[in-house]
């Protein structure tokens, strides 16, 4: 009875969308239950005058997949789903079995039938798979390109996207987004200001990032314009976590204080060795070169975020 209610939702959203406007097209989204990007990504589809569906089947389940993409048709998929781990990547060390599942299987299982459909994927990655090296030295502003091989292999959910990436990417219906260290607008426990906001002590190393606001747009126009391989997907440059701190106590909380420690400290109190490096995403700015600078997102971020502590204090 469910399942007949949900069909015939779908259906309507179709009808309706084809009667307002011909041109918008149907964005079935992976992850767009309960997960952050693929919820931010079904509002901004939507902005756009697109129809987003919110994807029911499992990602290993080929049946499912099979069922729900006959019932909702989709012109294209956003596969925002996979795991992440909870409170955070450590987990992945000790369920690796599911995480294989979710990651590497499900993920090729959901790309190998839209393949066989004709569809094209825009898959949501990770560049969290490269260390600062001799070539690409910290504070250089040298970046790790997309055809440079991983260097960072200390987390089970890192090496999980490589193996992902690379079969991925012998598929010719693939877009692939290489996002890192996310940051939004808002108080979203994982934006990675909020993250390191409340951490007793932080390292203080520049990396990539990626604002989900400048860059879940750039997403959706990419999958429109049907867009395949890979991309580096951050804001230009990279921030130090003192550098995102301190503009930090200047926007939102003067009285904000924070103590750093070092990497091989951090070591000691995770289970997996986190990546810390700085992307090249000279092939992303080809098509999109006024995505802005990371430290004046930031500062855009951080100046919305105050905006809405006021606003909460206010009421
Ligand atoms: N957030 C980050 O720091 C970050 C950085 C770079 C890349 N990424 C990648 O971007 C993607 C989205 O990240 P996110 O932060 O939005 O993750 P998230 O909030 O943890 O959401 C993940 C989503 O995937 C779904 N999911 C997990 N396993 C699934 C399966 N087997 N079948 C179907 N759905 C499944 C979850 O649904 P259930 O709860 O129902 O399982 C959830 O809706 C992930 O692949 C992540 O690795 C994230």
């Avoid at 990032?209 to 230009?236: H, W």
Wanted: aromatic share 10%; glycine share 6%; with cysteine.
């Amino acid at each position: 009875m469910k399942k007949s209610y949900s069909v015939i939702y779908i259906a309507f959203l179709i009808l309706i969308s084809w009667v307002v406007n011909a041109e918008s097209a149907t964005f079935l989204v992976f992850g767009g239950k309960s997960g952050w990007f693929g919820n931010e990504t079904i509002k901004i589809v939507e902005r756009e005058g697109h129809i987003a569906i919110c994807a029911h089947s499992r990602l290993e389940n080929r049946e499912e997949i099979i069922e729900e993409l006959s019932e909702v048709r989709p012109d294209f998929i956003i596969n925002a789903a996979g795991i992440t781990g909870r409170p955070n990547i450590d987990w992945c060390e000790d369920h690796k079995e599911e995480t294989i599942c979710a990651n590497v299987l499900g993920c090729l299982n959901l790309i190998d039938i839209a393949w066989r459909q004709g569809i094209h994927v825009t898959n949501f990655g990770t560049g969290c798979f490269y260390d600062f090296d001799e070539d690409h030295p910290m504070g250089s502003g040298k970046g790790f390109k997309e055809e440079d091989e991983p260097n960072h292999f200390s987390s089970f959910y890192s090496r999980t996207k490589v193996y992902l990436e690379k079969i991925m990417l012998n598929y010719p219906n693939v877009l692939n987004l290489r996002f890192r260290m996310p940051v939004s607008f808002d108080y979203h426990p994982r934006n990675f200001i909020v993250k390191i906001s409340r951490y007793k002590k932080v390292i203080n190393i520049p990396n990539s990032l990626s604002v989900l606001e400048d860059l879940l747009p750039i997403a959706v126009d990419m999958t429109l314009k049907r867009k395949k391989g890979n991309y580096n997907f951050t804001n230009p440059g990279a921030i130090s976590h003192n550098d995102v701190l301190e503009l930090y106590k200047l926007y939102v909380d003067p009285d904000f204080t924070y103590s750093n420690f070092s990497a091989k400290e951090q070591g000691l109190i995770l289970k997996a060795g986190r990546s810390n490096c700085e992307l090249d995403v000279s092939k992303l700015l080809k098509d999109y070169p006024n995505i802005p600078h990371i430290r004046d997102s930031i500062i855009k971020a951080l100046q919305e975020m105050h905006r809405l502590k006021l606003s909460k204090s206010s009421n």
